[in-house]
């Protein structure tokens, strides 16, 4: 009765184990709202180039989440840099088009949250002759505090 009570206890310390691990525990930086900082930008996998339609000229609707020491999804304040390059076979080909963003202004950071994915949305207009079917896209965001995040990914039409 006892080897079975253990057996059926088994996975219960196992889970145990993997929600405590034993050893150092992480250190946390921060007091107070700084806690909630952002450590990381994405460019999110829904980023995508809408190609014109009619009158309506190419797009790329980027969008970027943030992420906080804790590994959760955050806002953020400060300015981004976007950058797009034509696809190469290697990295990236030559720069197509740049932009800046900024969202310390309490009205432009609520104006491009989207709740619903929790990112911002920026739709952001190609140039004429511009690939609309695919590129890479890089972001360099700075906080204000000085912190440079960046990310780079592929985007493409979907």
Not at 22 to 43: E, L, Q, Y
Not at 91 to 100: D, E, N, S
Request: hydrophobic share 45%; aromatic share 8%; net charge positive.
């Amino acid at each position: 009765m006892r080897r079975l009570l253990a057996i059926s206890l088994l996975p219960f310390a196992l889970a145990a184990c993997q929600l405590f691990p034993a050893g150092p525990s992480r250190k946390f930086a921060g007091g107070g709202m700084d806690m909630f900082t952002p450590v990381n930008v994405r460019i999110h996998p829904l980023s995508r180039l809408v190609p014109a339609a009619g009158k309506e000229p190419a797009t790329l609707q980027a969008r970027l989440e943030f992420t906080d020491q804790f590994h959760d999804v955050t806002k953020a304040a400060g300015a981004g840099a976007f950058e797009f390059f034509a696809p190469a076979a290697i990295g990236h080909g030559p720069k197509l088009a740049a932009w800046t963003v900024d969202l310390n202004d309490p009205a432009a950071n609520h104006e491009h949250w989207d709740a619903v994915t929790r990112t911002y949305l920026f739709t952001l207009p190609l140039p004429p002759g511009a690939p609309a079917d695919k590129g890479t896209l890089t972001v360099t965001f700075t906080l204000p505090n000085g912190q440079k995040l960046t990310d780079s990914a592929a985007v493409s039409a979907r």
